[in-house]
């Protein structure tokens, strides 16, 4: 497969044809979990998509069995273990919840959570076997937000301050969306344990009395370095850059592995899957453009 980028300098023009390998369709696992702690549930919601060509648009696809691991620790120690069996929501979306028609209640309560609850997701996929494992991250609550005055390059950029305030008593990892498709990833390393205060710039000029929500998600060191791979690739421009989509995540193609503890598919790259799997508490505070 050739890509025909043309390339004009002055009445010149040249035509530049660039190989781009086909490789065979991975599954992509979009399982992003926000958990309001001050509802009953966790609202599992499991998109799981397959690549296509380059530069073509990603399809919903279908598991043969879906279902999460619920693990809960007390000092190190198993105290209980449930699972969650999941079911597509319509017929064709790809996007799986917890399955209504399966004998008891699906749904994951979150009157247990806390950082020794770990999570597994397992999905068979064409016959393939797919497991991703996380702990549930907390995090602490924005403060406040504000609107601010500055502006940056073009003069009509929209700041909003926010400020939180970090525990201090672990290494903490923050996650922060202001639209969708607009992320943005800190650590607490150089303001462990202190009131964290920064700005973030609208570029688009926004329209007075338009409501932003800010949100703040916890992380783990895992699902930063990913979302801080993933923040940078978006930046990049033209037709070079590396695809976002083939950032390695923590879904791993177990088939055939004995051990998931001691493999991650990094010296098997044919067979590597897409996506992320994290269950992460999720404040929000709204703002009003002035």
Not at 95 to 119: C, H, K, M, S, W
Not at 132 to 137: F, V
Not at 209 to 235: P, V
Request: proline share 6%; net charge negative; with cysteine.
């Amino acid at each position: 497969m050739f890509l025909s980028v043309s390339l004009l300098f002055a009445a010149c023009e040249d035509v530049v044809e660039v190989e781009v390998t086909d490789s065979p369709p991975r599954l992509l696992v979009e399982g992003l979990l926000r958990v309001d702690e001050q509802q009953a549930f966790i609202p599992v919601r499991i998109q799981l998509k397959e690549t296509a060509g380059f530069f073509e648009e990603l399809t919903p696809t279908q598991a043969e069995n879906i279902f999460i691991q619920v693990e809960r620790f007390e000092d190190g120690q198993l105290i209980e273990s449930f699972s969650s069996l999941l079911a597509e929501e319509s017929p064709g979306t790809g996007l799986y919840v917890p399955d209504p028609n399966a004998f008891g209640d699906q749904r994951i309560p979150t009157v247990f959570l806390n950082a020794e609850v770990r999570f597994t997701l397992n999905i068979l996929h064409k016959g393939r076997n797919y497991v991703a494992q996380t702990w549930y991250q907390p995090v602490v609550p924005i403060d406040f937000v504000l609107q601010g005055r500055n502006t940056l390059f073009e003069g009509d950029e929209t700041e909003v301050i926010i400020t939180f305030s970090d525990p201090g008593t672990t290494d903490d990892f923050y996650l922060f969306q202001f639209d969708p498709g607009e992320y943005l990833v800190t650590e607490d390393q150089f303001y462990q344990g202190q009131l964290f205060q920064f700005s973030y710039f609208y570029e688009d000029p926004i329209p007075e009395g338009t409501l932003k929500t800010i949100r703040i998600m916890g992380a783990s060191a895992e699902f930063y370095n990913y979302m801080d791979l993933l923040i940078e690739q978006s930046e990049l421009e033209g037709p070079f850059q590396v695809p976002a989509a083939t950032v390695r995540g923590n879904v791993l193609d177990v088939t055939d592995i004995d051990n998931l503890e001691r493999s991650n598919n990094a010296d098997r790259p044919e067979v590597f899957p897409l996506g992320y799997f994290a269950v992460v508490q999720q404040y929000e505070e709204e703002l009003i453009i002035r």
